[in-house]
């Protein structure tokens, strides 16, 4: 298994507070993915980052922000964390990003579970 | 714009019995592909993955697909299903734009004794 661990695992908060999310890789992958899960929609891509301090918006971005200060580490912010955020969060890796040749594999960690009341 | 439609959002099949579980693609240029599979509170693993090389492509655990590019398919398959499987299955394409992945909505499998 790739070395990625995400903090917390289960997090449940009330609308309107702040939340962070921590992935933290030992791969030393150049890319790092947010992704949140929910019901009947698969996997989606909220933020990601290419190295760094670079990172780049996915199809979901509005109502979160992201840094990565480290290699190692890739935060997820919710500023006012609302109902609708109540999801399952993923953090994955992966080593080269997308060429116009391949697809390099992306590695996922264990989620986090968030519930907003 | 890319797209994956998986066409069950849940199979059930018999322990020893063949699984198929499928996926068509929408896409302008020759994506890569992917199957991941999640067990129950589990991330997500990857099974197998296509690009562009053998259009069968052989992953985890016994599971095959094969690329099909006249039927934009990329289905999953296993001989001879296990209790072990029972899981959702997702589909995957690349995006052609940066690094995003664009997932499929899952198939959940079910595996009767």
């Known amino acids: 298994d790739a070395g990625i661990t995400q903090s917390p695992r289960h997090k449940v908060t009330e609308t309107g507070t702040p939340v962070t999310l921590r992935c933290h890789q030992t791969?030393?992958?150049?890319?790092m993915y947010w992704y949140r899960q929910d019901p009947g929609h698969g996997l989606r891509l909220i933020h990601y980052?290419?190295?760094?301090?670079?990172?780049d918006k996915g199809e979901v971005s509005d109502g979160y922000s992201v840094s990565r200060s480290k290699t190692e580490d890739f935060l997820l912010t919710l500023e006012s964390a609302t109902s609708s955020q109540t999801s399952v969060y993923f953090c994955?890796?992966?080593?080269?990003?997308?060429?116009?040749?391949?697809?390099?594999?992306?590695?996922f960690g264990p989620g986090t579970r968030l519930t907003v009341l | 714009a890319q797209s994956v439609t998986q066409l069950d959002s849940h199979v059930s099949v018999s322990e020893g019995t063949p699984v198929l579980l499928r996926c068509n693609y929408s896409?302008?240029?020759?994506?890569?592909l992917f199957w991941y599979v999640q067990h129950p509170n589990k991330g997500l693993q990857l099974l197998l993955k296509?690009?562009?090389?053998?259009?069968l492509v052989k992953g985890i655990n016994g599971f095959e697909a094969e690329f099909k590019k006249s039927e934009t398919s990329f289905h999953l398959t296993k001989p001879s299903a296990h209790m072990s499987d029972a899981a959702e299955y997702f589909c995957?394409?690349?995006?052609?734009?940066?690094?995003?992945?664009?997932f499929g909505k899952g198939t959940t499998l079910s595996v009767s004794s």
């Open positions: 896409s302008s240029y020759s994506p890569s």
């Open positions: 296509y690009t562009s090389a053998a259009t």
């Open positions: 995957v394409v690349s995006s052609q734009a940066g690094t995003a992945l664009i």
């Open positions: 791969e030393n992958h150049r890319y």
């Open positions: 980052s290419y190295g760094v301090k670079d990172t």
């Open positions: 994955a890796i992966s080593e080269r990003g997308t060429s116009a040749l391949s697809t390099d594999t992306q590695y």
